[in-house]
């Protein structure tokens, strides 16, 4: 396939293996992970001959990235949810900015599947509007944990619970193994470094060449471990403050990721008066640009057992009797789906649903609606 402004680069390897496909620039102010991609492409060409499977390279939103801009006209790391929805769109011909953006990744990433010859992956690299550490996201299945976790930076779980419509829940949902690497400020020199380590390491995890032939994943473990070491490996997401267009908000300046806050300090104001942090913990991603929906979001340190624990229980299979709680049962309509009796299984419910790899679907006063992250569990 011919490179183009969508293609940085498909390396095919001489031996069949596994499919890596790296996205960078999903939103059009985001350059850091293209560059590391082009970067990676360039290097990668002479090594083919050891190289088992693919690894192709794509720019996300080619025509936001025109103008640095986040989008155009919507964001398009929220239009790849529920599946169906993306049928809609105006017809190819007639589609233009991110409609028109979503039918050449949909076609592109249509070819990628055919001409797999293993299992896909898909790493989507992004950077942040405030500075602070880099950290990585995932759907949580266990495949897509293990995948993430080889980059040696705080994972957090269950932002994709608060954030509808990414293309990692998309591919995750289509069984591919997915991970989000958040390589740092928009414009810090050192992001798209990040993104390169990230890359060499997780072509290394996925298969494509022998640690020997890419040294450059060593390295980049080092370097990441290394400055990364005082924060926490594995947290949770707690909180989303929404913003909706034409209410003002502010972060106030200066907050930076994993800052530690405490409930009721004041994080930003809008036309309604200062937003506090309605609890203790971390603040991530604070909203320090025009576009976009998150203000800022909330993270807490998640320990290392719950992490055991949550393995042990799905590896043992009780997601498949949970349906056997008190007040807990089988959501006819939806395949896959619970329903708790919020009344009846209020003191486990959302906590443990999580740990079994269920995540939120809808909630209400009366029930709670959990599926499973993904059909299958990894
Ligand atoms: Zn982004």
């Known amino acids: ?106 076609a592109i990433l249509e070819e990628v599947r055919r001409r797999a010859r293993g299992h896909l992956y898909l790493l989507d690299l992004h950077t942040t509007s405030g500075g602070g550490g880099a950290f990585t996201t995932v759907g949580d299945s266990l495949d897509n944990r293990a995948f993430a976790s080889a980059i040696p930076v705080p994972l957090v779980l269950g932002l994709e619970e608060l954030v509808e419509g990414t293309l990692v829940g998309r591919m995750s949902e289509e069984g ?19 993104a390169e380590a990230a890359i060499w390491i997780l072509i290394r995890e996925a298969g494509l060449l022998q640690a020997a032939d890419v040294p450059e994943a060593d390295r980049g473990r080092e370097t990441l471990a290394g400055e990364y070491k005082t924060l926490p490996r594995f947290l949770e997401m707690r909180y989303r403050h929404p913003v909706i267009r ?42 320090y640009q025009e576009q976009g929906e998150d203000g800022f979001f909330l993270v807490r340190d998640f320990s290392r057992i719950w992490l055991t624990i949550s393995k042990a229980l799905r590896r043992l299979g009780v997601a498949r009797i ?50 499973q992250r993904r059909r299958r569990f990894g």
């Not at 996205?23 to 059009?28: I, P």
């Not at 088992?52 to 794509?58: E, I, K, P, Q």
């Not at 591919?176 to 990040?194: D, L």
């Not at 209410?247 to 506090?276: C, H, M, S, W």
Request: net charge neutral; with cysteine.
């Open 1 to 106: 396939m011919e490179e183009s402004e969508r293609l940085v680069g498909w390396i095919k390897g001489a031996k069949p293996g596994p499919m890596f496909l790296c996205v960078g620039g999903l939103h059009g102010n985001e350059a850091a992970g293209v560059r590391a991609m082009e970067d990676v492409v360039e290097q990668l060409q002479p090594r083919t001959s050891r190289m088992r499977g693919d690894f192709v390279a794509l720019r996300g939103n080619v025509r936001a990235l025109r103008q640095g801009r986040r989008f155009l006209k919507y964001d398009l790391n929220r239009a790849w949810a529920p599946a169906g929805a993306t049928e809609s769109l105006p017809a190819p011909g007639a589609a233009t900015d991110e409609d028109a953006e979503v039918h050449e990744l949909l």
């Open 322 to 371: 949970v349906h056997w709680l008190p007040g807990v049962s089988r959501d006819p309509s939806l395949p896959g789906a619970l329903v708790a009796n919020r009344r009846v299984a209020r003191w486990f419910a959302l906590e443990l649903f999580h740990l079994l790899g269920y995540r939120r679907h809808l909630e209400d006063q009366h029930r709670l609606v959990v599926v």
């Open 246 to 287: 034409g209410d003002e908000y502010r972060t106030r300046p200066g907050l930076l990721n994993f800052q530690a806050v405490i409930e009721g300090e004041v994080l930003g104001e809008d036309r309604a008066g200062a937003i506090k942090a309605p609890q203790t913990g971390r603040i991530l991603m604070p909203l």
């Open 176 to 194: 591919w193994t997915t991970a989000v690497f958040e390589c740092g400020q928009h414009y810090e020199p050192e992001a798209s470094g990040r």
